[in-house]
């Protein structure tokens, strides 16, 4: 607040520095002026540094004018009425000047309070995308049989990768899991976050670490007192009040040091950040379980495509054969035309299956080639088949046991719901009082050979009166978070419970369903061979042959899609339960 003096006050003041006899003490005069351009403690600079220079320079701008006037009322000594007038005007106007510097809305020192740093509502990290393993019973080739179809899906980011490197040109398991690891887009995205939470963590610790500061000025001013707000008038004549001071200058050189000693909100944030940032430690290790997930899928999908096509190829290869026989003996006049034209069908039927089949094992080795990091394309080859293998030995309970202890995303989970509970315990401790030290020491002058050390040390002691409200809504805001974060640590409780238990049926529906497939080829071999014995003696027509190798066909596609999702749902529990590329040789047998 800027108060003009009075009459009054200039005259009350003019009397302390008059002695009795009439006379002014001009050295008492001289010593108010010094005094007064050092009593005021020199505050702690916030980030405008407009500010600070513009108090900076209002001082030294009084202390050349204090000189200035000091040296001019002793020229005058027969004028001791006019020289305290000019003395009493500078001493009104400092007050005018330092209130106008003074900052506003910061106790003393420059520190300010901690707030609580709110979290979002969930903590879930599944905006990157997720990997789904489904085993769907669908009808078989001949609508009689229902197998079950596996799908292994990447959503997200994790349907990608980031980068490419040399590559030999045929991909093993290991290799492709290890690069999926490095490459997948899903990966990369949440080590990343990783890496944003410790930078966060590292940023919300140095609200309680020392913070030193230096700075070097040199200002050179020229200043306009009737614009600092001196307005006097010339009361007697040959007395003449300087409207412009300078140019001047000064030099300072200062460090500062800022340290917070007691801010329990300060200290509860740093706690509620690191358990984001072991949250996030946690999300990586379980996107690598959900990449293990869907490579593994994808390279068990590219090895069954690859089966698929070469039990067609070997199909076309027998119908071929038939059909060249049929043509034998219609030209012997053995057999009629119908069925020649049966088996031409065939062979025909069994060339459009194998470039469907060919088209979709191209396919899935692009989709390899995208989880992989490897150029999209179908060029390249599989080094790694995985036959049937028993699951290993385990009980469900077993099983639940391992992975409520393995689980990534669990200890996610629970690291998410600490992170709500200090970030609560911030927010409540706000209402509490915090205690922080201001330091700073540096020289000052007019030149640096002319400079003199000056100092200030300031303790502050915040406390909250009042503050519309802004503490409780942080609290109830910080106390939705929480609910929602233990409500998504149950959720995946559950999660784990159900993947477990789903891999467990699935293992043995797809091993029973492995068994009856081998079965069932053998059989439908064994009438192949008789039905073609019979065509050849001329007993039966073709139609029995055909029916035969349509049940051939059947039977091995019903075993490569069982033993592919026996492979399928033993990747699964793998996941389920936790490390899977860890644990991938053991559930995975390679030939």
């Known amino acids: 607040m800027m108060i003009r003096p009075t009459k009054t006050s200039i005259r009350r003041s003019g009397k302390d520095v008059t002695p009795r006899h009439g006379e002014p003490d001009w050295r008492i005069v001289k010593g108010l002026f010094t005094a007064e351009t050092q009593r005021t403690p020199r505050k702690r600079r916030e980030d405008v540094r407009g500010l600070f220079f513009f108090f900076s320079s209002s001082l030294r701008c009084l ?50 309070r901690a707030q609580a740093i709110q979290l979002p509502l969930s903590g879930r990290t599944g905006q990157n995308g997720t990997v789904t393993s489904t085993q769907v019973p669908t009808p078989g080739t001949t609508t009689s049989v229902n197998t079950l179809n596996p799908r292994v899906e990447p959503a997200g980011s994790f349907a990608g990768s980031a980068a490419n490197r040399p590559f030999s040109g045929r991909l093993s398991l290991r290799e492709a899991v290890d690069r999926g690891i490095d490459f997948n887009l899903g990966a990369v995205g949440l080590t990343n976050a990783v890496r944003e939470a410790r930078g966060q963590r590292k940023v919300v610790r140095s609200a309680l670490l020392p913070n030193l500061n230096g700075y070097l000025s040199e200002t050179v001013r020229q200043v306009n007192l009737q614009a600092l707000g001196l307005r006097l008038n010339q009361p ?23 340290q917070t000693v007691v801010d329990v909100t300060a200290w509860k944030n740093y706690g509620s950040a690191k358990e984001i940032a072991r949250a996030n430690e946690r999300s990586v290790e379980d996107a690598r379980d959900l990449v293990v997930l869907a490579v593994g899928g994808a390279y068990l999908q590219v090895i069954a495509a690859k089966a698929k096509v070469d ?24 057999i009629a035309q119908t069925d020649l034209n049966r088996a031409q069908i065939q062979a025909l039927t069994e060339q459009q299956r194998l470039i469907t089949l060919q088209n979709d094992l191209a396919k899935q ?6 989880l992989t990091g490897l150029e999209s394309t179908d060029l390249y080859d599989i080094s790694d088949l ?37 970030a609560l315990a911030a927010a409540r401790a706000e209402r509490l009082p915090s205690f922080s030290i201001y330091a700073d020491y540096g020289v000052i002058g007019t030149t640096p050979s002319r400079s003199h050390g000056t100092f200030s040390v300031i303790g502050t002691l915040s406390f909250p009166i009042w503050q519309g409200g802004r503490i409780k809504g ?29 891999a467990f049926l699935d293992l043995q529906a797809a091993a029973s369903q492995v068994e009856v497939a081998r079965k069932n080829i053998q059989i439908a071999q064994q009438n192949l061979d008789l039905t ?41 529990l793998a996941r389920a339960i936790g490390r899977a590329a860890e644990n991938l040789p053991r559930f995975l047998t390679l030939q």
């Open 311 to 334: 039990a067609s190829r070997a199909q076309l290869e027998t119908a071929n054969a038939l059909y060249q026989q049929a043509i034998e003996q219609r030209g012997a006049g053995v």
């Open 532 to 572: 073609r014995q019979r065509f050849d003696a001329g007993v039966s027509d073709n139609v029995e042959v055909v029916q035969s190798q349509e049940s051939i066909a059947t039977g091995q596609l019903d075993y490569i899609n069982s033993l592919f999702a026996h492979n399928v749902a033993k990747l699964s």
């Open 365 to 370: 080795k692009i989709n390899l080639a995208r």
């Open 236 to 258: 007697l004549p040959g007395f003449t009040i300087p409207t412009i001071a300078g140019p001047f200058n000064f030099f300072d050189l200062r460090a500062s040091l800022t």
């Open 63 to 112: 202390r050349v004018l204090c000189v200035s006037a000091v040296n001019s009322a002793i020229g005058f000594s027969r004028y001791p009425i006019r020289a305290a007038i000019f003395a009493i005007a500078i001493l009104a106007l400092s007050p005018r000047v330092l209130a106008q510097a003074e900052p506003t809305g910061t106790p003393p020192g420059g520190t300010r």
């Open 386 to 422: 995985v036959p049937f293998s028993p699951a290993p030995s385990m009980r469900l309970d077993e099983a639940l046991k391992l992975a409520f202890e393995n689980r990534a995303d669990l200890k996610a989970a629970e690291s998410q719901v600490r992170a709500a509970e200090k």
């Open 474 to 502: 942080e609290i109830e805001q910080a106390e939705a978070a929480l609910s929602q974060r233990r409500a998504e640590l149950e959720d995946i409780r559950g999660e784990i419970e159900s993947d477990v238990r789903n």
